[in-house]
Nanobody, 131 residues
Framework: QVQLVESGGGSVQAGGSLRLSCAAS????????IGWFRQAPGKEREGVAT???????SYADSVKGRFTISLDNAKNTLYLQMNSLKPEDTAMYHC?????????????????????????WGQGTQVTVSS
């Protein structure tokens, strides 16, 4: 059974930093991409970052240069280091897995994060950035 449990959210001022963690279990990283998506009230889900089994990463344009995704295989833990936070980063952040081998050619892993047809996600951790 896939389990994804997030932690590390909180409230910070603009320009601050947070590190999110996700304890992952129940699936093989060789099959899945794993990453983070976020959703703010009244807004669409947005894929933030993914990492796959060979370590390659992908980021949304809105977070490039500010966020860094990493995976500690020994601890089965995914991280998202978020620097230079902006008020528009305020959202619920979810850790998610995507079975990349099932994706249609027109859909990337980062776009599929949070889609129930292709993977799983955790309950989320709230990030609030004040100006």
């Amino acid at each position: 059974q896939v389990q994804l449990v997030e932690s590390g959210g909180g409230s910070v001022q603009a320009g601050g930093s947070l590190r999110l963690s996700c304890a992952a279990s129940g699936f093989a990283y060789t099959i899945y991409n794993i990453g983070w998506f976020r959703q703010a009230p009244g807004k669409e889900r947005e894929g933030v970052a993914t990492i796959n089994s060979d370590g390659s990463t992908s980021y949304a344009d809105s977070v490039k240069g500010r966020f860094t995704i990493s995976l500690d295989n020994a601890k089965n833990t995914l991280y998202l280091q978020m620097n230079s936070l902006k008020p528009e980063d305020t959202a619920m952040y979810h850790c998610a897995s995507v079975e990349s081998g099932r994706l249609p050619i027109w859909l990337t892993a980062i776009q599929a994060l949070g889609d129930p047809d292709f993977g799983y996600w955790g309950q989320g951790t709230q990030v609030t950035v004040s100006s």
